[in-house]
């Protein structure tokens, strides 16, 4: 049997973190942080358990990545959705209802994400998180910002805030309430993005196509 080319081990490490990724968001949703082990969360994907930490150097570092995965593509759908749309203001707005749906949709999750960030190892620079920066980014560049290296981190925090705030034990505030005080710091109408009274949720979206562990149309690599 011939060798496997390096564009086939290649496919293959990207297929097997995709699946850690995946099974890393529904083990930790589905029982929390300190319930969720690496070897349930190799063995959910399917992998052998040293392949985790090849990829990541421990579990907070997997959580966080995968957590980075579902909120940017969470966003990138929402950017992207019909009817599509150069408009900065509507952009703007559906990168809020887009983070704010998620704190909605997963608490349990989200609650470990914000939690993990406040850990000695902080926040983590990954592919998943610089791709969350680059679309957050390019939104406020849309919505006419002029100094995207200061507006940028600014519309991060004020997003942080709002989902901890949603998720805090004992005294949450209620998405709405935190989503109209963002609306109105920059200005943007209520019916814009995806109003929380436009579509209330009756059961949580299926993640998995985020995730995805074939192939998605990419060109061959020589």
Same mark, same amino acid.
């Not at 570092?61 to 992207?80: D, G, I, W």
């Not at 704190?103 to 406040?118: F, N």
């Not at 610089?130 to 910002?145: F, K």
């Given at each position: 049997m011939s060798p496997r080319s390096a564009s086939v081990n290649e496919e293959l490490r990207r297929r097997s973190r995709e699946r850690l990724l995946q099974a890393a968001v529904e083990l930790v949703d589905e029982h929390g942080f300190e319930a969720t082990t690496l070897g349930a969360i190799a063995d959910r994907a399917g992998s052998a358990r040293g392949l985790v930490s090849y990829y990541?150097?421990?579990?907070?570092?997997?959580?966080?990545?995968?957590?980075? @995965?579902?909120?940017?593509?969470?966003? &990138?759908?929402?950017?992207?959705? &019909?009817? !599509?749309?150069?408009?900065?203001? &509507?952009?703007?707005?559906?990168?809020?209802?887009?983070?704010?749906?998620?704190?909605?949709?997963?608490?349990?999750?989200?609650?470990?994400?914000?939690?993990?960030?406040?850990?000695?190892?902080?926040?983590?620079?990954?592919?998943?998180?610089? @791709?969350?920066?680059?679309?957050?980014?390019?939104?406020?560049? @849309?919505?006419?910002?002029?100094?995207?290296?200061?507006?940028?981190?600014?519309?991060?925090?004020?997003?942080?805030? !709002?989902?901890?705030? !949603?998720?805090?034990?004992?005294?949450?505030?209620?998405?709405?309430?935190?989503?109209?005080?963002?609306?109105?710091?920059?200005?943007l109408d209520w019916e814009l993005g995806v109003p929380p009274d436009s579509a209330p949720v009756t059961e949580r979206r299926d993640i998995s196509r985020f995730f995805a562990t074939e192939d998605r149309g990419e060109p061959e690599r020589p």
């Open positions: 990541f150097p421990g579990k907070r570092q997997l959580v966080q990545s995968a957590v980075h @995965r579902l909120m940017h593509r969470t966003l &990138e759908e929402a950017l992207e959705h &019909e009817p !599509a749309t150069e408009d900065g203001r &509507e952009r703007l707005a559906r990168a809020i209802d887009s983070i704010l749906g998620l704190a909605r949709e997963r608490p349990v999750l989200m609650r470990q994400h914000m939690a993990g960030l406040l850990q000695a190892e902080g926040f983590v620079q990954c592919p998943e998180q610089r @791709r969350l920066a680059e679309l957050l980014g390019e939104t406020v560049a @849309r919505y006419g910002s002029h100094e995207v290296a200061a507006d940028y981190p600014m519309l991060r925090a004020l997003l942080m805030g !709002a989902v901890y705030a !949603a998720l805090v034990p004992g005294v949450p505030m209620a998405i709405p309430t935190l989503r109209a005080e963002l609306f109105e710091r920059y200005g």
